[in-house]
Nanobody, 124 residues
Framework: DVQLVESGGGSVQAGGSLRLSCVASGVPFSIACMAWFRQVPGSEREGVASLSGYAEIAYADFVKGRFTISKDNAENTLYLQMNDLNSEDTAMYYC???????????????????WGQGTQVTVS
């Protein structure tokens, strides 16, 4: 079974930083498309960043220059380093995988078959 477990969320002041982690199991992690999404209650889930099995990276415009996606294949862990946080970054953050090499429609939820439970980020 595929399992994705996020951690690292919390409360932080505006301008601060957080690093989210997602430990994956049951997927060919080193070659799989992985991504981060976020969702605010009452709004649709939106793509934040993706990292394909070919090391292709995509970022949403609203996080470019502030967030960095990376992974550690030895630890089967996906990261999202978030800097210069602001109140609009407050959301539940989710890890997801397409279980394919290339990320198809990388920042759309449409092709992501597996999701974690999420980790809450609150910026005040």
């Amino acid at each position: 079974d595929v399992q994705l477990v996020e951690s690292g969320g919390g409360s932080v002041q505006a301008g601060g930083s957080l690093r989210l982690s997602c430990v994956a199991s049951g997927v060919p992690f080193s070659i799989a498309c992985m991504a981060w999404f976020r969702q605010v209650p009452g709004s649709e889930r939106e793509g934040v960043a993706s990292l394909s099995g070919y090391a292709e990276i995509a970022y949403a415009d609203f996080v470019k220059g502030r967030f960095t996606i990376s992974k550690d294949n030895a630890e089967n862990t996906l990261y999202l380093q978030m800097n210069d946080l602001n109140s609009e970054d407050t959301a539940m953050y989710y890890c997801a995988t397409q279980v394919s090499n290339r990320c198809v429609q990388a920042l759309s939820t449409a092709n992501y078959a597996y999701w974690g439970q999420g980790t809450q980020v609150t910026v005040s």
